[in-house]
């Protein structure tokens, strides 16, 4: 039981109380005075009943206006909410004492480094966080907070990491400890975004954490702000429609449509007059219909896949680029637009147009302001930021806690190939949060295609000779290393082989400067 005791600022009425309980024999095991006015009192083995005929003697004390029940002590209460905020803060936080022992972690820490609260405590912090000397630190003369980068489970974060002060009884301050507040690269891009934010889209909603991304970004940001044609080049889930979206939105064309077609996904005849619409008497039909280029008039149309364009419309789409007129199926009257085009795909078109299956005019026109999305196994800076994410996001559907990732959760993640990309990570995210048991995911609850981080991955149905697979793989790399070896010389030197021999490799895949960005 807990009594909360309203009384006055008088000298010696605390001892007034004390003399009741030990006249009636009653075990006190807590008491804690208030600055304003009150007096708490904590008896765990007694039962309200046994102690109600004290009260109205404690009332009588000179100075005493009531007593009654409380649920809490003070500190009890502190405590109790201290550890909830501590539980449901998603950042990492430690406690240390003076000599940089652990005294208190949050569930971040515990879930992150997959052990007990009891199995943290006393622990250097030194052996947990690297790359700041917390003992040399406290043991400055005037010790200022810091703001440092250091590492946590072999991730980067930002830490926050503050002294803790205690009154002495002289007057002065010494030093209790520490407490530090671990911010990942992923959370701090949240915060600044959420600063910066001027709507609820633009490239906000990509994860750019790698380098790569962020190059990326820098360069969509300055397409946006032009009206030229966009090619969006990478692997099928990358995130090539939400860049093309983004570049959408940082437009001047922000407030117009934004429409899209996908030139995989319907025949020819559908597809064109999906595009350009028919006329009167087309098809049988009495009215004229219009079709995606004059409806997203003033804004942006995006063809998804355009290396699956026929070459009748790929005719047409280059006359619209050129001249920004058409004519409807069926019309003879022109059309002029207005519409900025972004295109995607996931194929070489210079090698398509070396094949004669995509014209070379139109590639060139489409190719002047290109980017090529790096697939996800590339950008692995990204993967646990996605990641978490989609945690965040799927479990808000589910009507659940967003859970954390473990280390094994965390580990497997990064070295898993990851095939279908940024689309195969959230599928299996939602996957694991409808599916999952606790409050955190492990490597268990990641359910994906078998691939070991020492081999590259190869689809299942994959077709084609040993020979074949050996000229896609050497293709691919001449690609990847040509921008920074842009010469046979010093190509043939990087990988070891004579000048003729590379010049010759480079001349039959068709990899030269107007094929590759440089």
Not at 23 to 47: A, C, Q, S, T, W
Not at 118 to 124: A, D, F, S, W
Not at 370 to 397: C, G, N, W, Y
Request: hydrophobic content about 40%; some cysteine.
């Amino acid at each position: 039981m807990r009594l909360e005791i309203t009384c006055q600022d008088r000298l010696g009425i605390a001892q007034d109380i004390l003399d009741i309980l030990v006249r009636h024999e009653i075990d006190l095991k807590g008491i804690e005075i208030d600055k304003v006015g009150k007096i708490y009192l904590y008896f765990p083995n007694i039962e309200f009943a046994e102690f109600q005929h004290l009260m109205p003697e404690i009332r009588r004390i000179d100075g005493i206006s009531d007593v009654k029940t409380t649920p809490y002590m003070p500190n009890e209460r502190e405590k109790h909410q201290l550890a909830t905020l501590l539980q449901t803060l998603p950042d990492p936080v430690f406690s240390i004492d003076p000599k940089g022992r652990v005294v208190l972690v949050n569930e971040a820490v515990i879930s992150g480094l997959e052990t007990s609260a009891e199995q943290i405590k006393g622990q250097e912090i030194n052996e947990l966080v690297k790359g700041f000397n917390f003992n040399r630190w406290m043991d400055q003369n005037d010790i200022q907070a810091q703001t440092h980068k250091v590492q946590f489970i072999e991730q980067d974060y930002i830490a926050d990491i503050m002294p803790v002060m205690v009154a002495d009884v002289e007057g002065g301050n010494i030093l209790a400890g520490a407490v530090l507040v671990l911010k990942s690269e992923y959370r701090l891009g949240q915060q600044i975004n959420a600063f910066n934010q001027t709507d609820g889209e633009s490239f906000s909603r990509i994860q750019a954490n790698s380098q790569s991304m962020k190059k990326i970004i820098r360069e969509a940001r300055k397409m946006a702000e032009l009206d030229a044609p966009i090619l969006i080049i990478g692997e099928t889930g990358t995130g090539k429609e939400l860049l093309a979206r983004s570049c959408h939105l940082a437009s001047r064309r922000a407030e117009q449509a934004f429409l899209a077609l996908n030139c995989a996904s319907l025949p020819d005849n559908v597809a064109e007059t999906e595009l350009f619409g028919y006329g009167p008497g087309a098809f049988g039909q009495s009215e004229s219909k219009t079709g995606l280029f004059e409806q997203a008039q003033g804004g942006t149309l995006f063809l998804d896949e355009v290396g699956d364009m026929s070459a009748q419309l790929q005719a047409k789409l280059l006359r619209v680029l050129h001249d920004g007129s058409f004519r409807r199926v069926g019309d003879a009257k022109e059309v002029s637009v207005d519409v900025r085009i972004i295109c995607t795909t996931h194929k070489d078109l210079n090698k398509m147009v070396q094949d004669g299956l995509f014209r070379e005019d139109l590639f060139y026109r489409l190719n002047v302001m290109s980017m090529t999305i790096p697939p996800l196994r590339e950008r692995k800076q990204d993967i646990v930021p996605l990641a978490e994410r989609f945690v965040k996001q799927h479990s808000s559907k589910v009507g659940c806690r967003a859970p954390k990732l473990n280390r094994s959760c965390v580990e497997y993640l990064q070295s898993y190939p990851w095939p279908g990309n940024v689309r195969q990570l959230e599928n299996a995210m939602y996957r694991a949060v409808s599916l999952m048991e606790g409050s955190e995911l492990t490597k268990d609850n990641i359910q994906l295609p078998g691939a070991t981080s020492n081999m590259s991955y190869f689809a299942e149905e994959f077709e084609g000779s040993l020979d074949d697979a050996v000229k896609n793989f050497e293709k691919d790399l001449l690609r990847r290393l040509y921008p920074a070896h842009p010469s046979t010389r010093q190509l043939a030197r990087k990988l070891g082989l004579s000048h003729t021999a590379i010049a010759n490799k480079l001349r039959d895949y068709g990899i030269n400067k107007k094929s590759v960005k440089l």
